[in-house]
Structures are given as structure tokens and as C-alpha cells.
């Protein structure tokens, strides 16, 4: 069974920088797509980044500029690198992968546990 571990996060003054690392563990033959997604108290789930395999990226306009995704293909890590953090980037922060396993016919999306982001003015 493929798991998504993302220790990191805690508590930034506003202003300040943060980084998320995100590793894939199991029988994976390969990551597709891996990215970020946030889910601030009382709204949806939403897209913060994505990054392909070949290092494509995408980010969302509120974080455009001054968050930045990577990824590390031998380790199947994704990371963002969140600076300018703002109160409302308060959020639970959550990483996926479309993940090809071992035996498996077909890709299928995998998610972390979360981690808890939190910004004070």
C-alpha cells in the first residue's frame, strides 16, 4: 500500500517562510502528477501546486510568486518552499501523487495525512 508521509508544518509569524516535504513509500513503479492542496476551517479543499514528472508546474494565483514546489523523482519527495506566508494561508496542508504501484493496471491518486499550517499576524 502506497502512503503519503508529511511531517513539517507548525506555527510562522506573517511574513515568514515555511517548507513542506511530502515522500512516497511503498511498491511504487512510478509518480505521475504530485502536488499540494490546502483546506482552510470552513472552506473547500483547494489547489496550492502541482508539478509533473518531467518538472512542469502549476500554481494557484493567490500563491503564485511566492510559493515554489520541487520534487525529487529518485526520492518521490515533493516539497513547497512557502515564503511571504499570510494569515490567510492558514490551512491544513495536504500532498498528492497519481501513483502507478506494483501490480497495478492503472495510475490512482494517493493522499497524506495532513499537516496543520498556521500563520499569526
Known amino acids: 500500500q502506497v502512503q503519503l508521509v508529511e511531517p513539517g508544518g507548525g506555527l510562522v509569524q506573517a511574513g515568514g517562510s515555511l517548507r513542506l516535504s511530502c515522500a512516497a513509500s511503498?511498491?511504487?513503479?512510478?509518480?505521475?502528477?504530485m502536488g499540494w492542496f490546502r483546506q482552510a476551517p470552513g472552506k473547500q479543499r483547494e489547489l496550492v501546486a502541482t508539478?509533473?514528472?518531467?518538472?512542469?508546474?502549476n500554481y494557484a494565483d493567490s500563491v503564485q510568486g511566492r510559493f515554489t514546489i520541487s520534487r525529487d523523482n529518485a526520492k518521490n519527495t515533493v516539497y513547497l518552499q512557502m515564503n511571504s506566508l499570510k494569515p490567510e494561508d492558514t490551512a491544513v496542508y495536504y500532498c498528492?501523487?497519481?501513483?502507478?504501484?506494483?501490480?497495478?493496471?492503472?495510475?490512482?491518486?494517493?493522499w497524506g495525512q495532513g499537516t496543520l499550517v498556521t500563520v499569526s499576524s
Open positions: 498528492n501523487a497519481d501513483v502507478l504501484e506494483l501490480g497495478a493496471g492503472r495510475y490512482r491518486e494517493v
Open positions: 511503498g511498491s511504487i513503479v512510478s509518480i505521475n502528477t
Open positions: 508539478i509533473t514528472s518531467g518538472g512542469s508546474t
